[in-house]
């Protein structure tokens, strides 16, 4: 069982920054990748950023640019850095591991960018 907290969200003006933080209960090193979704309401969940544990990423074209996915190997935890923060950001932010056994979810964080 691999278990994910989340934290970082909030309320920001557009133009504004946020950095997510997602904590492992185990290394990092062990999952296979790590990845930042998002689900906006009445919308379908959504990958924005992932990375692999050889440091491999890739990003949604909507966030290219504007936000970076990094890992803190000794913390056992991923980052997700958002700037120029949209409007159309707005959505729950949830961190997904995934390892040979399967996946595993946070519980999510709030992000919401007002006009």
């Known amino acids: 069982q691999v278990q994910l907290v989340e934290s970082g969200g909030g309320l920001v003006q557009a133009g504004g920054s946020l950095r997510l933080s997602c904590a492992a209960s185990?290394?990092?090193?062990?999952?296979?990748?790590m990845g930042w979704y998002r689900q906006a309401p009445g919308k379908q969940r959504e990958l924005v950023a992932a990375?692999?544990?050889?440091?491999?990423?890739n990003y949604a074209d909507s966030v290219k640019g504007r936000f970076t996915i990094s890992g803190d190997n000794a913390k056992n935890t991923v980052y997700l850095q958002m700037n120029s923060l949209k409007p159309e950001d707005t959505a729950v932010y949830y961190c997904?591991?995934?390892?040979?056994?399967?996946?595993?979810w946070g519980q999510g964080t709030q992000v919401t960018v007002s006009s």
């Open positions: 997904n591991a995934e390892l040979i056994v399967g996946q595993y």
């Open positions: 185990i290394g990092i090193l062990s999952i296979n990748a």
């Open positions: 990375i692999t544990k050889g440091g491999s990423t």
